[in-house]
């Protein structure tokens, strides 16, 4: 590690962590690999991002088990101080509410092809946590991959900082993956293998998979369902209905639309001039409520002439 003391311990706000990679058959020449870390900070603040650390430069075969590990032994931080890693381009864990935003009706509203909508519905399943299992047994990443690690407290996210900055002071050599041996799925040939496995599995795991697809599809449509029936039956706060697939279907009974006319004109009071259009057809209808009370002025004059021969207005 005599060459990493000429590293500098850090680079703009980022901390360097040197990290030796072990040697393979195929390339037995030593390496090392640097690792960039520093608090995270998102232009998009959320409620974890004060004990969250940002890592730059993730060794392509990162796992969250090799996350763990680098920090809690290698780094001396106390076991279970690591809530989440959330590797670049994947998504972190979904909440519930998440999950139910996903079945709003807004998400299958709009001008949309069939195949987007499809997309949609399958990436809102996946939301909820319901899917198909993946081919492959562990996941890679490009090289020069971003991750987030969130942290129990704010003090584990400093504690791995300022231990980073003790291992840089001590020359530790840190080797990555030292002690992980047969606790993470190989990589070469038994990867792909165990991913042609994968690929085909048996009748009984697939008709599980399936059937819980569908019942959570099923589940999914029926809540749409009552969202849109629901929108098309009562009035925003402006007494517009929302205009959905399906058409409208009127209340039940007819004291209910009789109470919902009533309530639709109590909100519509004191709109009366609320709009210009209003305004010019109010206008019309005095100019015509004029014109005609005029006429029949008129006609009443003409009668009384007709009646009484000529007609002298009283002096």
């Given at each position: 590690?005599?060459?990493?003391?000429?590293?500098?311990?850090?680079?703009?706000?980022?901390?360097?962590?040197?990290?030796?990679?072990?040697?393979?058959?195929?390339?037995?020449?030593?390496?090392?690999?640097?690792?960039?870390?520093?608090?995270?900070?998102?232009?998009?603040?959320?409620?974890?991002?004060?004990?969250?650390?940002?890592?730059?430069?993730?060794?392509?075969?990162?796992?969250?088990?090799?996350?763990?590990?680098?920090?809690?032994?290698?780094?001396?931080?106390?076991?279970?101080?690591?809530?989440?890693?959330?590797?670049?381009?994947?998504?972190?864990?979904?909440?519930?509410?998440?999950?139910?935003?996903?079945?709003?009706?807004?998400?299958?509203?709009?001008?949309?092809?069939?195949?987007?909508?499809?997309?949609?519905?399958?990436?809102?399943?996946?939301?909820?946590?319901?899917?198909?299992?993946?081919?492959?047994?562990?996941?890679?990443?490009?090289?020069?991959?971003?991750?987030?690690?969130?942290f129990v407290d704010?003090?584990?996210?400093?504690?791995?900082?300022?231990?980073?900055?003790?291992?840089?002071?001590e020359e530790k050599?840190?080797?990555?993956?030292?002690?992980?041996?047969?606790?993470?799925?190989?990589?070469?040939?038994?990867?792909?293998?165990?991913?042609?496995?994968?690929?085909?599995?048996?009748?009984?795991?697939?008709?599980?998979?399936?059937?819980?697809?569908?019942?959570?599809?099923?589940?999914?449509?029926?809540?749409?369902?009552?969202?849109?029936?629901?929108?098309?039956?009562?009035?925003?706060?402006?007494?517009?209905?929302?205009?959905?697939?399906?058409?409208?279907?009127?209340?039940?009974?007819?004291?209910?639309?009789?109470?919902?006319?009533?309530?639709?004109?109590?909100?519509?009071?004191?709109?009366?001039?609320?709009?210009?259009?209003?305004?010019?057809?109010?206008?019309?209808?005095?100019?015509?409520?004029?014109?005609?009370?005029?006429?029949?002025?008129?006609?009443?004059?003409?009668?009384?002439?007709?009646?009484?021969?000529?007609?002298?207005?009283?002096?």
């Open positions: 590690m005599a060459a990493n003391s000429t590293i500098p311990m850090k680079i703009s706000d980022y901390y360097i962590l040197p990290i030796s990679l072990p040697p393979l058959a195929s390339l037995p020449t030593p390496a090392t690999h640097y690792l960039y870390l520093r608090p995270d900070e998102p232009k998009l603040p959320t409620p974890t991002t004060p004990r969250s650390l940002f890592l730059v430069n993730v060794p392509f075969d990162a796992t969250d088990v090799h996350i763990k590990h680098l920090f809690s032994e290698q780094l001396d931080l106390p076991n279970g101080r690591i809530e989440d890693v959330v590797f670049q381009g994947t998504k972190a864990s979904t909440s519930k509410s998440e999950g139910q935003e996903a079945l709003q009706p807004q998400n299958y509203l709009g001008k949309k092809s069939k195949k987007r909508k499809r997309e949609a519905e399958v990436e809102n399943l996946e939301i909820l946590g319901v899917g198909f299992p993946s081919t492959w047994d562990r996941e890679l990443h490009k090289s020069g991959s971003t991750a987030v690690v969130v704010r003090a584990s996210m400093e504690a791995v900082v300022k231990a980073t900055r003790r291992s840089r002071k050599n840190i080797v990555w993956g030292q002690g992980l041996e047969g606790k993470i799925p190989a990589l070469g040939s038994a990867r792909y293998l165990t991913h042609h496995r994968l690929q085909y599995p048996d009748e009984a795991q697939m008709l599980e998979y399936v059937n819980t697809y569908m019942t959570a599809f099923a589940a999914q449509e029926s809540e749409r369902k009552k969202l849109l029936a629901r929108q098309r039956q009562e009035p925003d706060e402006d007494g517009f209905i929302t205009v959905t697939r399906g058409g409208r279907t009127g209340p039940a009974k007819q004291e209910e639309a009789q109470e919902k006319a009533e309530k639709q004109k109590e909100k519509q009071k004191g709109l009366d001039n609320f709009y210009r259009f209003q305004t010019r057809e109010k206008k019309k209808e005095r100019a015509g409520e004029l014109i005609r009370k005029f006429a029949e002025d008129k006609e009443k004059v003409r009668k009384m002439r007709e009646k009484r021969g000529r007609f002298r207005p009283e002096k």
